[in-house]
């Protein structure tokens, strides 16, 4: 019974010859595939790569700076030094108002520098002498030191608010005006007096026939003791105001703001009964008349 069943399993994994060189060609390969990679140095040597050369390479068609091993890039000193250096060129006069950013790159000023000069002429600012100059943040003081007999600077104009001149000062004679023949134009000059008062004034002015002195300006309405201190200096009297004759004016040439028309009524109504009058001293005799009021009407009358 085992020998039957060893001789089934046997006869089962029994190969052919054809198989079994088939199945020793495939051990084979396995096996040197496997070894290949630990083998294939000692065969064939690879070409050596210069890894400088090719960075270099690269670098030259991508427009890089060559690359140099060991040295420490963005150091201050190279970036000075790099593309920003500058030819050493003889100095020449200039006004550090007006050069321009190529003469300032030429004369060793860095492009940063000349762009903070151009801002600040941009914005109104101007350099008058050395040391305004050196304000420019980051500039080099040796270099400004080493241009300075080469700098030239325009004169720096005074303050207008520091020139005193005495016109300036000359306190200006305020206009004085005749409030007999002024206009409203000139009376709205006077402290304190609006087109309102201006019109008041012209027309009690045209009612009384012109002003004989300067109190009667109480007499308009609404021009108080204050108003008129603030304006008495600045007005005068002429003698240019009318005057009615009493020996010859009519009831209605008469009319007046100091007489009332019971009172202009008395008036020609005594001369009509009396003849004319000689004098003011005539006038007493009206006794509609009182003290007050021929003061205030003598300087309108006449005979």
């Known amino acids: 019974m085992k020998k039957n069943m060893f001789r089934v399993f046997t006869d089962y994994f029994d190969f052919t010859r054809s198989e079994k060189k088939a199945t020793v060609l495939v051990c084979i390969i396995i096996v040197v595939l496997t070894l290949m990679p630990f083998l294939w140095p000692y065969f064939i040597k690879p070409t050596p790569i210069d890894i400088v050369a090719a960075e270099k390479k690269y670098r030259e068609l991508d427009g890089l700076p060559e690359y140099k091993p060991h040295k420490q890039y963005y150091q201050k000193e190279e970036y000075k030094s790099g593309s920003y250096k500058n030819d050493p060129v003889k100095p020449f006069s200039f006004d550090p108002n007006t ?27 101007k350099f008058y002498d050395i040391a305004g ?86 007499e308009v309405y609404g021009l108080d003791n204050e108003k008129f201190e603030s304006i008495e200096s600045r007005i005068i009297i002429s003698g240019n105001f009318k005057t009615i004759n009493i020996n010859k004016a009519t009831l209605a040439e008469m009319k007046h703001p100091y ?39 003598k300087p309108y009358l006449s005979f």
Do not use: C
């Open 99 to 125: 050069i321009s950013d190529v003469d300032l790159k030429r004369l060793g000023f860095k492009p940063w520098i000349a762009e903070r000069i151009f801002k600040f002429r941009n914005s109104g600012g």
């Open 259 to 297: 007489i009332n028309y019971t009172q202009a009524k008395a008036i020609v109504n005594f001369r009509v009964q009396h003849g004319n009058y000689s004098d003011f001293k005539s006038l007493e005799q009206v006794k509609l008349l009182d003290a007050l009021t021929l003061e205030k009407l």
């Open 133 to 218: 100059f050196k304000k420019v943040y980051g500039v080099d003081s040796n270099l400004v030191n080493s241009l300075k007999n080469y700098m030239r600077f325009p004169v720096k104009p005074e303050r207008e608010s520091n020139i005193y001149k005495k016109e300036e000062f000359v306190k200006k004679q305020p206009t004085i005006i005749d409030l007999n023949t002024a206009d409203s134009a000139l009376i709205v000059t006077l402290p304190g007096i609006g087109q309102a008062f201006a019109r008041r004034i012209l027309k009690y002015r045209d009612l009384l026939g012109g002003f004989y002195k300067k109190e009667q300006l109480l």
